[in-house]
């Protein structure tokens, strides 16, 4: 105990060095009085205060630091907003871009849509995929490869629904291309702008095998016309839209037209060419309908051919516009395709003549006919009979002059009737194609 007891009084000494007992004086009235404080009490009081302190400096830390804890939910509440507001934005962002290259995606495949299906396109896909060359300017040489069109009638491309939504029926690189649900916008964005540009690609492809499929059936056409001295090119460029006024109607249903895509679409040269490949195609399609190919008579035998001959009456070198054919007196004549009567009746040296508009820059007349069987604006197939054979007019003898204008010039009449197989074969193919 010895040992406790000698730190214990020197504590007790040092607290009486630092607290010694003090008299506090103080007068009132003229008395002096005073206070002793002892060293307990000094202790007490010095306990009281560092208690006090204590309690101030406690409390006034935890007061800054909850500020400071605030202070930095609140920096973090401002960051996540401020990030927030930047994702909302950038989803609004993307939305925009999307929304508006989806629109033109699907404006574009409505009309590669629209296009194929106005043909009944067996085997389209096959036989495109092995075509390289791209669209525009050297379509037509690629079409005009002979065995393009025969590749093109083996493979099947099957047009996707009108009514599927293109990202239901993303094309099939593209579906493979299918995203983590959890992924970052960072890569988000771009992988999905990879998808919708991936669509575009595909469209793009697609666009150029129509217009190589367009082009080959143009070269087709060519090559079944030939002999007739007329091109694809001539029949488009005569190509005449039916009148308001002719007997057609039925309710309204829109064609493809560049008119479905965006502005910029409609300039890009790859539907540019399309457009103007497919209505070529089109156009020429509609025009030989109007090549005038039925054999104009019944009985006959070729009595004097087109060009230069020795006139029958003057005996010297003359030019014969038309075809004659030689028969019996009342002999059938027949009209070479449908058309409408635009003269019927006695002129000059045609004696009784019959004058058919078949449209597009295509015209027949059928003279020194005996009797006439049509009259002026009547609307004829071809085939119809129109008069008798005769011998009116300047005339040696019975037979049909027949003539075959086109574009207001003359043409050989004999070659026509001699591709008239493979015209009707392209007739036949187009009312296929009409009612597919």
Same mark, same amino acid.
């Given at each position: 105990?010895q040992?406790?007891?000698?730190p214990s009084?020197?504590?007790?000494?040092?607290?009486?060095?630092l607290f010694?007992?003090?008299?506090?004086?103080?007068?009132?009235?003229?008395?002096?009085?005073?206070?002793?404080?002892?060293?307990?009490?000094q202790?007490a009081?010095?306990?009281?205060?560092l208690?006090a302190l204590?309690?101030?400096g406690?409390?006034?830390?935890n007061?800054?630091s909850?500020?400071?804890?605030?202070?930095?939910?609140?920096?973090?509440?401002?960051?996540?907003?401020?990030?927030?507001?930047?994702l909302?934005?950038?989803?609004?962002?993307?939305?925009d871009?999307?929304?508006?290259?989806?629109?033109?995606?699907?404006r574009?495949?409505?009309?590669?849509n629209?296009?194929?299906?106005?043909?009944?396109?067996?085997?389209?896909?096959?036989?495109?995929n092995g075509?390289?060359?791209p669209?525009g300017?050297?379509?037509?040489?690629a079409?005009?490869?002979t065995g393009?069109n025969?590749?093109i009638?083996k493979g099947?491309?099957?047009?996707?629904a009108r009514?599927?939504?293109?990202? @239901?029926?993303?094309l099939p690189?593209a579906? $493979? &291309?299918?995203?983590p649900a959890?992924?970052? %916008?960072a890569?988000? *964005?771009? !992988?999905?702008l990879?998808?919708?540009?991936?669509?575009?690609?595909e469209?793009?492809?697609l666009?150029?095998?129509l217009?190589?499929?367009a082009a080959a059936?143009?070269?087709?056409?060519?090559?079944?016309?030939?002999?007739?001295?007329l091109?694809?090119t001539?029949l488009?460029?005569?190509w005449q839209a039916?009148?308001a006024?002719a007997?057609?109607?039925?309710?309204?249903?829109?064609?493809?037209?560049l008119?479905?895509?965006?502005? @910029?679409d409609?300039?890009?040269?790859?539907? $540019? &060419?399309?457009?103007?490949?497919?209505?070529? %195609?089109q156009?020429? *399609?509609? !025009?030989i309908?109007?090549?005038p190919?039925?054999?104009?008579?019944?009985?006959?035998?070729i009595?004097?051919?087109?060009?230069?001959?020795?006139?029958?009456?003057?005996?010297?070198?003359?030019?014969?516009s038309?075809?004659?054919?030689?028969g019996?007196?009342g002999n059938?004549?027949?009209?070479?395709a449908d058309?409408?009567?635009?003269?019927?009746?006695?002129?000059?040296?045609?004696?009784n003549?019959i004058?058919?508009?078949h449209?597009?820059?295509?015209?027949?007349?059928?003279?020194?006919?005996?009797?006439?069987?049509?009259?002026r604006?009547e609307?004829?197939?071809?085939?119809?009979?129109?008069?008798d054979?005769?011998?009116?007019g300047?005339?040696?003898?019975?037979?049909?002059?027949?003539?075959?204008?086109?574009?207001?010039?003359?043409?050989?009449?004999?070659p026509?009737?001699?591709?008239?197989?493979?015209v009707?074969?392209?007739?036949?193919?187009?009312?296929?194609?009409?009612?597919?």
């Open positions: 105990m040992g406790f007891d000698e009084s020197r504590l007790s000494e040092r607290l009486l060095r010694p007992e003090r008299q506090i004086y103080f007068r009132s009235n003229g008395v002096v009085r005073f206070v002793r404080l002892s060293a307990v009490v202790m009081f010095a306990v009281l205060i208690i204590g309690w101030i406690f409390t006034s830390v007061f800054l909850r500020d400071y804890v605030l202070e930095a939910r609140e920096h973090t509440i401002t960051d996540m907003a401020a990030e927030q507001a930047a909302n934005e950038d989803i609004r962002s993307l939305q871009d999307v929304m508006s290259r989806a629109d033109r995606l699907e574009r495949q409505q009309y590669l629209s296009l194929m299906s106005e043909e009944p396109l067996g085997g389209f896909e096959e036989g495109a075509v390289d060359e669209a300017d050297g379509a037509a040489a079409a005009a490869d393009e025969n590749n009638e099947a491309y099957v047009a996707p009514n599927e939504s293109l990202f @239901s029926m993303l690189s579906q $493979a &291309a299918t995203l959890a992924t970052p %916008m890569e988000f *964005r771009p !992988a999905l990879q998808r919708l540009a991936l669509v575009e690609v469209q793009n492809e666009a150029e095998k217009t190589r499929y059936k143009l070269s087709d056409i060519d090559g079944r016309i030939a002999e007739i001295g091109k694809t001539d488009v460029a005569h039916r009148g006024d007997a057609t109607g039925g309710p309204f249903v829109p064609g493809a037209s008119a479905m895509l965006t502005a @910029s409609a300039q890009n040269a790859i539907f $540019a &060419a399309l457009d103007d490949r497919w209505s070529s %195609m156009k020429a *399609r509609d !025009a309908h109007s090549i190919v039925t054999t104009p008579a019944d009985k006959y035998y009595s004097s051919r087109y060009g230069r001959r020795l006139d029958p009456f003057k005996r010297v070198r003359a030019m014969h038309g075809l004659d054919l030689a019996w007196p059938a004549v027949l009209t070479a058309g409408v009567v635009t003269m019927a009746g006695t002129w000059g040296a045609y004696g003549l004058e058919i508009d449209g597009n820059g295509f015209k027949t007349r059928y003279g020194h006919l005996g009797r006439i069987r049509v009259k604006g609307t004829l197939e071809a085939g119809q009979r129109i008069a054979m005769g011998c009116s300047r005339c040696t003898s019975t037979h049909l002059h027949f003539e075959v204008w086109f574009a207001g010039k003359t043409q050989n009449p004999l026509y009737i001699k591709v008239a197989d493979n009707f074969e392209i007739q036949r193919q187009n009312s296929e194609s009409t009612n597919h």
